[in-house]
């Protein structure tokens, strides 16, 4: 059975930095290319990143580009997101989710809530 | 940024009955299009993936259709699990962009 689990998230001030991990289980992670996608409260869904099977590849959406970093290690089947100057319009709920290998996700974690506020 | 425009915002229907949602694409998007459900208090699923293939696991009352810029997501003899918002992504070019979702409610 596949399992995305997030961890780390939580209160954060703004311009301050937070780092979330994504632990993956009952599929060959290393197959498979990764995302983020997030979801402010009562609110729709919005991209966040991508990132290769590899790692060789990454892409943002322009409002996190030079902020957030994905990253990844495929030996602990882990997923990252460095997120740095935090601000209040990052306040969502993020999901990790797995790449099917077209842009789609096939799967989905459970979400961790990011709050950024003063 | 290609911007998905999906229609109805809400809507309210019987057990039973059949119900379509349009997602329209500001350029073509060569079936580049999937659909999630979302129930409430619950992580997205996948629905349907290429604009028509069937995600496992998913129903067969589900279906969806379309080209070009325009896509619909199809629901038969609606059950009472359907309750939930769904939403389209497009995923043809980054960055991927989802439609502001509709919220689907028994009458």
């Known amino acids: 059975e596949v399992q995305l689990v997030e961890s780390g998230g939580g209160l954060v001030q703004p311009g301050r930095s937070m780092k979330l991990s994504c632990a993956a289980s009952?599929?060959?992670?290393?197959?498979?290319?990764m995302a983020w996608v997030r979801q402010a409260p009562t609110k729709g869904l919005e991209w966040v990143a991508t990132i290769s099977y590899d790692g060789s590849s990454t892409y943002y959406r322009d409002s996190v580009k030079g902020r957030f970093t994905i990253s990844r290690d495929n030996a602990k089947s882990t997923l990252y997101l460095q997120m740095n100057s935090l601000r209040s319009e990052d306040t969502a709920t993020y999901y990790c989710?797995?790449?099917?290998?077209?842009?789609?996700?096939?799967?989905w974690g459970q979400g961790v809530m990011v709050t950024v506020s003063s | 940024d290609i911007q998905m425009t999906q229609s109805p915002a809400s809507l309210s229907a019987s057990l039973g009955e059949t119900v379509t949602i349009e997602c329209r694409a500001s350029?073509?998007?060569?079936?580049?299009l999937a659909w999630y459900q979302q129930k409430p208090g619950k992580s997205p699923q996948l629905l349907i993936y290429?604009?028509?293939s069937l995600h496992t696991g998913v129903p067969s009352r589900f279906s969806g259709s379309g080209s070009g810029t325009q896509y619909s997501l199809k629901i038969n003899s609606l059950q009472s699990e359907d309750v939930a918002s769904y939403f389209c992504?497009?995923?043809?070019?980054?960055?991927?962009?989802f439609g502001a979702g509709t919220k689907l409610e028994l009458k």
């Open positions: 350029e073509d998007i060569y079936n580049g």
């Open positions: 290429n604009a028509n």
């Open positions: 009952g599929f060959t992670f290393s197959n498979y290319g």
């Open positions: 989710t797995r790449d099917r290998g077209y842009g789609f996700f096939d799967y």
């Open positions: 992504q497009q995923y043809y070019d980054y960055p991927y962009t």
